[in-house]
T-cell receptor
Framework: GQQVMQIPQYQHVQEGEDFTTYCNSS?????IQWYKQRPGGHPVFLIQ?????EVKKQKRLTFQFGEAKKNSSLHITATQTTDVGTYFC???????????FGAGTTVTVRA | DGGITQSPKYLFRKEGQNVTLSCEQN?????MYWYRQDPGQGLRLIYY???????QKGDIAEGYSVSREKKESFPLTVTSAQKNPTAFYLC???????????FGDGTRLSIL
């Protein structure tokens, strides 16, 4: 079945530095979605990418969908303490209403 | 203000007991989902429902049951057959298809 994998599982970042987290699917995706879950909270939808090679920005966050629509990345610049949390990517499974979630990248920030 | 309400926030289950987790949404969404979250394992799908009076098993349905008698409500029962129920349970809804999902605040279930 379809698998969505994320690396790294943990990311420890110095405040002010940049980092990137990656998402890879075993199958081609119609779209990729990114969610953020703060510690003790619930996942919150961030963005959806649909087109091959698409790049979208949200302030310091840059999301990219690969040309083959099998991978995606999230790049955060000038990391802040508000970026702490777990970032999940998710891709639709074929022919149904389900999403496959990656295991997430948990981000901690050193002040 | 539209959203998804899960209750209770914390729940304790005794051995051999069934417990029911509530999920209510006023977003007028057709599809609803239940996920289980364990540390470091992301979200695993328990059950989902695309329309009222219909639901399907997800990846880890054993030991759980659901109903969808109303569009707004999708309760999850954790039965005594679920031997390791301690987890964070999340309910989500969407307009349908593969649209982004909206999540409730979750219920943390523990064993007494």
């Amino acid at each position: 079945g379809q698998q969505v994998m994320q690396i790294p599982q943990y990311q420890h970042v110095q405040e002010g530095e940049d980092f990137t987290t990656y998402c890879n699917s075993s199958t081609t995706l119609s779209n990729i979605q990114w969610y953020k879950q703060r510690p003790g909270g619930h996942p919150v939808f961030l963005i959806q990418l649909v087109k091959s090679g698409e790049v979208k920005k949200q302030k310091r966050l840059t999301f990219q969908f690969g040309e083959a629509k099998k991978n995606s990345s999230l790049h955060i610049t000038a990391t802040q303490t508000t970026d702490v949390g777990t970032y999940f990517c998710a891709g639709p499974r074929s022919n149904d209403y389900k999403l496959s979630f990656g295991a997430g990248t948990t981000v901690t920030v050193r002040a | 203000d539209g959203g998804i309400t899960q209750s209770p926030k914390y729940l304790f289950r005794k051995e051999g007991q069934n417990v029911t987790l509530s999920c209510e949404q006023n977003l007028n969404h057709d599809a609803m989902y239940w996920y289980r979250q364990d540390p470091g394992q992301g979200l695993r799908l328990i059950y989902y429902s695309q329309i009222v009076n219909d639901f399907q098993k997800g990846d880890i349905a054993e030991g759980y049951s659901v109903s969808r008698e109303k569009k707004e409500s999708f309760p999850l029962t954790v039965t005594s057959a679920q031997k390791n129920p301690t987890a964070f349970y999340l309910c989500a809804s969407t307009t349908g298809g593969n649209q982004p999902q909206h999540f409730g605040d979750g219920t943390r279930l523990s064993i007494l």
